[in-house]
């Protein structure tokens, strides 16, 4: 029931928007986006774990019927809808440090690349288009509009941006999105992709997704693929023949057939599920040319990432609304159908906006889907076991495999060490699949450790946080007093939103530095003061504790 409530929660909001009871002045980005190449002016909220970029200036918001306000505590805050506090939490995801840096040249960070969601870095590595301010130019469009007000720079350097994503990757940004105006000369755009992807791979090696306007050969393809291109944008904007001449007129003096040929190239090179394209709503389309044109996508295994129209201040469409909800909310259900029967999904999209799913209610609508209707039918519905020895424990140490040793390379060969054996695992099912899982090993005096918290790469999102709510849970049912956990300092952000709290910071575990963090058990809560941590051996030595299952 929570998953839906967000997807009507965050459906809501985009196309209303919200009010803020203490006003916008003093929010920046990414909260208050107000240009840019996509969706913009909004602040970025999270509702429970899903991030949603959300109008707050717009004309239109002063009839919305959301209200955010500060608790009475004086920290966080609260949604209201008609006076009504809303069952969903939000935050509003806080403005990241690495804005306060520079580069060696001078260049402000945050004039170079911008958070976008709660882990995607986002940069208009050029920010000019040989459409902006002709007749041919796309009316949502407010490419030009950040250059102007002095918020950017007009073309990024690959180096000083492999610098801000290396920065960003220590905050916990985990993808990258770079997009561009469309070049006169189309290799020059090309070019700025490839050497701007290569050094945020090199320097950073977050995965990135690169937008580019078709027609772009196979060959361009994969050199994209060969630089550290991970999925690729290539945006209709609409199936409406007669809604994309009058809002994108540089797009619809492409054939439909140009459009197609580069999404099939695309997805040979970059994989199903890895090529994505905006469909955007509330431009007057026909909602049964575009689920066609959805379906068309799917079939050939391209993901399409549903957008409500976002006007921009400044653009043609400034005075537009966004669409009516209940039109967004048909098509989202339908889409997330075509995407489960063509077993599609935004989990495997490796970056990107599919991935980031701020501007976008689908990814929801894909959850909502999969936990109260066909998973619960097919019985695959996430369960989540605690175990201590049999094959489950081995589908953990797998997952885990996965992830330290083969994808973030902290082991050589194997993650498994002497507090295995005396340990309890959480197996989170997804089905008979087991997709995560976290280790928790009672020590003395009631403290317990946390360790070894691991999604597959599939179906990270929410899952993360599920299983380290589940941990705290158990850790609370057997009479912990004390849960500590050594957490790696780019997911500092993420346990913090999910109430934990630095104890202190560690120069080295594991080979790299950490943050001692501890859990919100309950006597936490009830105000109990933590000092600092014994560090002597015996403290950390473990005691065997029997295990037992148990459903999330
Ligand atoms: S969905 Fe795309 S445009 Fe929207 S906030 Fe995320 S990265 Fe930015």
Known sequence: MALRAVAEVKSELQSRGVRLSFGSRDLEAPCGRKGGAGPAEGLTLLLEESPASVPVAASYV????????????????????????????????????????????????????????????????????MFWATPSACRFCGIGLSLVDGRTVLAKKP??????????????????TLTAGTTRDRLEEWRLFLESARAVRRDAGLPVHVQIMPPIGRRMLEALREAGVSTIGIHVESFDPAVLRAVSPCKAALPLSVFRRAWADAVDVFGPNQVTTFVLLGLGEDAA????????????????????????????????????VSFVRDLYEEVAGLLRTAGMSWRKVRAGCARCRGCSALADYEETLASDGGEKVRGSALTCEVVRSGPLVDSCLAVRHEVFVREQKIFRESDGDSLDGVSLHLALRRGREVVGTVRITPLEDGTWLGSRLAVLPAWRGALGSLLVRRAVEEVERRGGRRFLAYIQLSRVRFFQRLGWRCVEAVPEYCGMPHMLMEGPLGLDRSGRRVDSVPRDSSFFRPRAEAGTGSSL
């Open 289 to 324: 040319k575009t689920l066609e044109g959805c379906k068309r996508l799917t079939e050939m295994g391209v993901y399409p990432f549903l957008v409500p129209l976002r006007p921009i201040p400044g653009t043609a469409l400034a005075k537009r609304n966004p669409p009516a």
């Open 62 to 129: 002063a009839e919305s019927p959301y209200e955010l306000r500060p608790e009475e505590s004086g920290i966080g805050y609260g949604l209201y809808r008609q006076g009504e506090r809303v069952r969903v939490s939000a935050s509003i995801v806080p403005e990241p440090q690495f804005y306060r840096g520079e580069t060696a040249s001078g260049i402000p960070y945050r004039k170079i690349a911008l958070l976008h969601g709660t882990d995607c870095l986002a940069s208009t590595v050029l920010q000019s288009c």
């Open 159 to 176: 180096a000083d941006l492999a610098e801000v994503a290396r920065a960003a990757a220590r905050e916990g940004v985990r993808h990258v």
